[in-house]
């Protein structure tokens, strides 16, 4: 499985983004995917997941209400839509993919920066 993020970029404060996932090889439709990101000088962290079918969403309190994932399995293309950013949202993000049932991510995309200036 092959997952390459793009989508990022400098972006204002209150501003928009959203982040492409393309995967290629394996059976895209059966994997759960996720969003993670790293801040310079911090651990990465988790954003948010959805499930193979679009039906279970989950997000990390930080971005809840803000962000939203989305997947086409036709494109093989999971989304990451960041609205009203906040500098804090400045970081590294990366999508990964879960084969089992169990959001085990063991695979992962090459990362996009997103930076939010104030």
């Known amino acids: 499985v092959q997952l390459q993020a793009f989508g990022g970029g400098l972006v204002q404060a209150g501003g928009s983004l959203r982040l492409s996932c393309a995967a290629s090889?394996?059976?895209?439709?059966?994997?759960?995917m996720g969003w993670f990101r790293q801040a310079p000088g911090k651990e990465r962290a988790f954003v948010g997941r959805?499930?193979?079918?679009?039906?279970?969403?989950a997000y990390a309190d930080s971005v809840k209400g803000r962000f939203t994932i989305s997947r086409d399995n036709a494109k093989t293309t999971v989304y990451l839509q960041m609205n009203s950013l906040k500098p804090e949202d400045t970081a590294v993000y990366y999508c990964?993919?879960?084969?089992?049932?169990?959001?085990?991510?063991?695979?992962w995309g090459q990362g996009t920066q997103v930076t939010v200036s104030s």
């Open positions: 959805i499930s193979w079918s679009g039906g279970s969403l």
């Open positions: 090889g394996g059976s895209f439709s059966t994997y759960g």
């Open positions: 990964a993919a879960s084969l089992g049932s169990d959001w085990r991510f063991g695979y």
